[in-house]
């Protein structure tokens, strides 16, 4: 069974550039939609979250939420475990304070007999700001993000139809 949420030793990140770096390997190496496992020391302590389903608040709430949602996750997948969090494109916009992510989530959930296809285009803005941790003899300012803001690119309706229908039956986005 994977394990969920990144217990990470390392500090948050001190510039734009390196938060920008360390979501990247979120997707590229952690797969982070499917497994959940994100970078904890990138986000405060009573981040926000959202996407087109639900929305909450603290990093020990996502950490909770993800550990319930993994097996489940991990059961539909199958023993394929056939999923992917495709990256798109990520920028940074450093005067607005915020990084933002193109993504594509795919994933066979081969458990279920007809063997949907969950294949959802969607941006994430990872909203930030300069904090420093008092602890921190040095006083050293890091970056955290305070937001997380996910939004997909179809309705949430259409995205969890893709469950209960045959793979490709519907687009992952409205564009053309």
Not at 16 to 41: F, H, Q
């Amino acid at each position: 069974m994977q394990q969920t949420a990144i217990a990470t030793l390392l500090s948050p990140p001190t510039s734009p550039s390196e938060l920008l770096e360390r979501i990247r390997a979120d997707y590229a190496e952690n797969n982070y939609l499917w497994t959940g496992k994100l970078d904890v020391s990138l986000f405060s302590k009573d981040c926000r979250f959202t996407d087109p389903t639900l929305s909450f608040e603290g990093i020990d709430n996502y950490v909770t939420n993800v550990g319930n949602l993994v097996p489940v996750v991990e059961f539909l997948l199958g023993k394929e475990q056939s999923s992917q969090s495709k990256l798109l494109d990520i920028s940074c916009n450093e005067e607005e304070g915020y990084v933002e992510t193109r993504w594509n989530m795919i994933g066979d959930l081969n458990a279920i007999p007809w063997s949907p296809r969950i294949d959802v285009i969607g941006r994430t803005k990872f909203w930030y700001e300069a904090t420093t941790n008092e602890e921190d003899k040095q006083h050293q300012a890091a970056l955290q993000v305070y937001f997380y803001d996910e939004k997909w690119e179809i309705p949430a309706g259409l995205a969890l139809l893709q469950f209960i229908t045959p793979a490709g039956t519907i687009a992952n986005s409205n564009a053309e």
